[in-house]
T-cell receptor
Framework: DQQVKQNSPSLSVQEGRISILNCDYTNSMFDYFLWYKKYPAEGPTFLISISSIKDKNEDGRFTVFLNKSAKHLSLHIVPSQPGDSAVYFC?????????FGPGTRLSVLP | DAGVIQSPRHEVTEMGQEVTLRCKPISGHNSLFWYRQTMMRGLELLIYFNNNVPIDDSGMPEDRFSAKMPNASFSTLKIQPSEPRDSAVYFCASIPGFAGNTIYFGEGSWLTVV
């Protein structure tokens, strides 16, 4: 049973527009969330995180929103750039482990 | 500072052969993870170690898979015998301390079993 879900396997967005990547979780014990970005032939790299005591965290073009009541978070990229094309994973630390979603492949079209 | 280092980066082997993947975590990190990435399941945790001790290996697919961490700077993931369905990218990752908030990944080992 997946505790972290990313229901959209892929997303295509025009350059300059907003990209919205969604993530849902089932475990209400999760209190911290991370987004990772993965380019082909590379390992995932940390992008941005949010604590459950916040509902928004912003870092440049990247903003993560957390809706605890809905157990939902989203990553907004504005404006989207071709270099943002990658697979994005949502993750949550859980005990001594990390639980990852299956990923969403973002394609930003020039 | 060097990141998590994995070898080999690419491996092509025949079914039935033994495969050994290697990992050097970031110096000072206490926990090490082995993940497998496939199209169907995304990132699956196989096993993780804390202070060189295996904590949870429930993600290891079957007895053909084994992992060791003989010291704080080295870990191996072994598949014997390998099968075509083991073809995937295997990532090693480490975190500083216990249940740290950011996990650092290596660049992965791409395994193809033919």
């Amino acid at each position: 049973d997946q505790q972290v879900k990313q229901n959209s396997p892929s997303l295509s967005v025009q350059e300059g527009r907003i990209s919205i990547l969604n993530c849902d979780y089932t475990n209400s014990m999760f209190d911290y969330f991370l987004w990772y970005k993965k380019y082909p032939a590379e390992g995932p790299t940390f992008l941005i995180s949010i604590s459950s005591i916040k509902d928004k965290n912003e870092d440049g073009r990247f903003t993560v929103f957390l809706n605890k009541s809905a157990k939902h978070l989203s990553l907004h990229i504005v404006p989207s750039q071709p270099g943002d094309s990658a697979v994005y994973f949502c993750a949550a630390p859980y005990g001594q482990n990390f639980v990852f979603g299956p990923g969403t492949r973002l394609s930003v079209l020039p | 500072d060097a990141g998590v280092i994995q070898s080999p980066r690419h491996e092509v082997t025949e079914m039935g052969q033994e495969v050994t993947l290697r990992c050097k975590p970031i110096s000072g990190h206490n926990s090490l993870f082995w993940y497998r990435q496939t199209m169907m399941r995304g990132l699956e945790l196989l096993i993780y170690f804390n202070n060189n001790v295996p904590i949870d290996d429930s993600g290891m697919p079957e007895d053909r898979f084994s992992a060791k961490m003989p010291n704080a700077s080295f870990s191996t993931l072994k598949i014997q015998p390998s099968e075509p369905r083991d073809s995937a990218v295997y990532f090693c990752a480490s975190i500083p301390g216990f249940a740290g908030n950011t996990i650092y990944f290596g660049e992965g080992s791409w395994l193809t079993v033919v």
